[in-house]
Structure formats: structure tokens, C-alpha cells
């Protein structure tokens, strides 16, 4: 049984990694990829959950870029806010200021277009998002009956509401996973 290591940010088992980084210090992601002996031309796979919208666009782009031009194949995962400005979305800002939660990337988080524009931008191969609406509703209607029970959803037109300000991003480079097919 290989031994499993914690730490204050990552996790380590074998050539397993979960890393934890602050991305505006591109360095220290760059040292934390290289302490767990990355190999770059292997798939890779990022996630991030409502992170770059907190991170100044520019940097966001240089973090990317760097990606893209460091991996011969890796993929993005991005959960994060869409439609920043309807009302729904300035509700949603006005808040995080009030709770001094500055947003400093929201400029990309316009719509699904600017959240694919960020991967274009940057030397992707090709991206994708889908609001959470769409996925929400490509999920099996049994088993969405099932969820809602659960979770007692009675307020359909708030959920749905939610949704519509939320999505997933995925780009990709790379021949190994530009031939995997993300339209669902």
C-alpha cells in the first residue's frame, strides 16, 4: 500500500497530486507542479471551482498561457458565474462587496462566449461551456425527479434562475483529448 501524504495544501499518493496554490503567484505553481515530479507530456487535468473570477484577468491569461504552452495534452475544468450583468448578476456582486469579496476577474465571466475566450485566447486548442441549465436538463428526468425529492425543490424557477448564472468551461490541448468528444 503506497503511503499517503497531507499537507496544509496538497495531497500526495503515489503519482497522485492534489495541489493547492494561490494562481496569482504563477512561481509557485510552477515549483508545487515540479515538487510532485510533473511530467508535462503526460495528460493533465485542472480544476477550478468559482477561483479565476477572483484573479485579475491578466493574470488568468498569463496562468493559460503558460499551461497550454507547458502541456502537450491537458484539459481545463472550470466551474464558475456567467451573466455578471443582469439583475440577478448585480445582486450577486453587490453582495460579495458588501462582504469585501473583490471580483476582480469578472470581466470574463460575461457570458459563455467570454468564458470560451479565455481558452482561445490563450493558445488552446478548442473549449466549451454549457450553463448550468443545460446541464441540469441533460441529466436523465428519473433521475432528476430523484434529486429533487431529495433536496426538496419546490422553488423550480429560482434553481433555474441560479443556474443561468452559473456554468462549465472545459478547454483542452492536445491530439489525446481534442478527440474526445465534449458537445455531451
Not at 60 to 70: G, P
Request: glycine content about 6%; overall charge negative.
Amino acid at each position: 500500500m503506497e503511503e499517503v501524504l497531507k499537507g496544509a495544501t496538497g495531497l500526495h499518493a503515489g503519482n497522485y497530486h492534489i495541489v493547492g496554490v494561490d494562481l496569482r503567484q504563477r512561481s509557485e505553481l510552477i515549483t508545487n507542479l515540479e515538487n510532485c515530479g510533473i511530467d508535462f507530456s503526460l495528460p493533465t487535468l485542472f480544476l477550478a471551482e468559482c477561483v479565476l473570477v477572483y484573479i485579475e484577468s491578466p493574470l488568468v491569461d498569463e496562468i493559460l498561457k503558460w499551461i497550454s504552452s507547458n502541456f502537450d495534452s491537458v484539459a481545463f475544468i472550470n466551474y464558475e458565474q456567467i451573466n455578471m450583468n443582469d439583475r440577478f448578476g448585480e445582486v450577486m456582486k453587490q453582495n460579495l462587496r458588501l462582504r469585501q469579496c473583490s471580483l476582480s476577474g469578472v470581466s470574463a465571466c460575461q457570458n459563455l462566449d467570454s468564458q470560451r475566450q479565455r481558452f482561445s485566447n490563450n493558445d488552446w486548442e478548442g473549449s466549451q461551456a454549457w450553463d448550468m441549465v443545460e446541464v441540469y436538463e441533460s441529466i436523465p428526468g428519473a433521475e432528476r425527479q430523484r434529486i429533487e425529492k431529495i433536496e426538496f425543490l419546490d422553488e423550480q424557477e429560482l434553481l433555474i434562475q441560479l443556474f443561468q448564472h452559473y456554468c462549465i468551461c472545459v478547454g483542452w490541448k492536445g491530439a489525446k483529448l481534442s478527440q474526445v468528444n465534449y458537445d455531451g
